[in-house]
C-alpha cells in the first residue's frame, strides 16, 4: 500500500475560522512533509517532520501550524488566515528524510479562505 | 538564478511521438534528481528518481543527467493522451533533505 491519504479534500473558511487539515499514512515512513501549491505554480516545502520531530520549518508564518501526533498522522492547523493562503496543500512522506528523493504524496486539500 | 530551471510549456505534441523534457540547475551538490507526475487537481506521482549522472529506463520513460552541463531531462516515447499531465523535475542534495521543485512542464499529447 503507497497511499498517503488526506482530509478533508475541500475547505472553505473564513479568516477568522479555525480548522485543521489531515494527512495519514499506513507505509511506515518516518518523515513526513506540508506543501504549499498554488495554481501552475510547484509546490513548496512549508514542513517537514522526522521521527514525529520537526525538522525543517521553511519560516512558514504562524497562523499554520504543524503537529505528528504519532508516525502515522500528520496535522496542519490553520488559524487567521489570509485570502492569499488559499492554495493545495500536499503532504508527503518517505522512509526517511534520507530517502527524501522517493515521496508519496496525497491528493491535497484545497483550501479556499474567504 | 533559481536552482531549478523549467520551462512551463505548454507542449502539444501528437500521440505516438517522442516528447523530450528538460531542466537545468545550478548547484553541482544535488545528488538525486526526481520527475514527478501531476494529473489536474491531483498530488504528484513520482515517475523516477537517478541519483548523480547517467540513464534510467522504466517502460516508456527514461530520465537522463548530466552533472557536467547541469542538465536533467525525461523521454517519453510513444506518448499518449494518458501521458497530458503537468511533468516536475525536482532535485535534492544529499544531507539536505530539502526537495525544490522545477516549474512544471504542461504536456498535452493529442489523439
Known amino acids: 500500500d503507497t497511499e498517503v491519504t488526506q482530509t478533508p479534500k475541500h475547505l472553505v473558511m473564513g479568516m477568522t475560522n479555525k480548522k485543521s487539515l489531515k494527512c495519514e499514512q499506513h507505509?511506515?515512513?518516518?518523515?513526513m512533509y506540508w506543501y504549499k501549491q498554488k495554481a501552475k505554480k510547484p509546490p513548496e516545502l512549508m514542513f517537514v517532520y522526522s521521527y514525529e520531530k520537526l525538522s525543517i520549518n521553511e519560516s512558514v508564518p504562524s497562523r499554520f501550524s504543524p503537529e505528528c501526533p504519532n508516525s502515522s498522522l500528520l496535522n496542519l492547523h490553520l488559524h487567521a488566515l489570509q485570502p492569499e493562503d488559499s492554495a493545495l496543500y500536499l503532504c508527503?512522506?518517505?522512509?526517511?528524510?534520507?530517502?527524501?528523493?522517493?515521496?508519496?504524496f496525497g491528493p491535497g486539500t484545497r483550501l479556499t479562505v474567504t | 538564478q533559481k536552482e531549478v530551471e523549467q520551462d512551463p510549456g505548454p507542449l502539444s505534441v501528437p500521440e505516438g511521438a517522442i516528447v523530450s523534457l528538460n531542466c537545468t540547475y545550478s548547484?553541482?551538490?544535488?545528488?538525486?534528481f526526481m520527475w514527478y507526475r501531476q494529473y489536474s487537481r491531483k498530488g504528484p506521482e513520482l515517475l523516477m528518481y537517478t541519483y548523480s549522472s547517467g540513464n534510467k529506463e522504466d517502460g516508456r520513460f527514461t530520465a537522463q543527467v548530466d552533472k557536467s552541463s547541469k542538465y536533467i531531462s525525461l523521454f517519453i516515447r510513444d506518448s499518449q493522451p494518458s501521458d497530458s499531465a503537468t511533468y516536475l523535475c525536482?532535485?535534492?542534495?544529499?544531507?539536505?533533505?530539502?526537495?525544490?521543485f522545477g516549474a512544471g512542464t504542461r504536456l498535452f499529447v493529442k489523439a
Open positions: 508527503a512522506s518517505s522512509q526517511g528524510e534520507y530517502k527524501s528523493y522517493e515521496q508519496y
Open positions: 548547484n553541482s551538490a544535488f545528488q538525486y
Open positions: 507505509m511506515g515512513h518516518r518523515a
Open positions: 525536482a532535485i535534492v542534495n544529499t544531507g539536505g533533505f530539502k526537495t525544490i
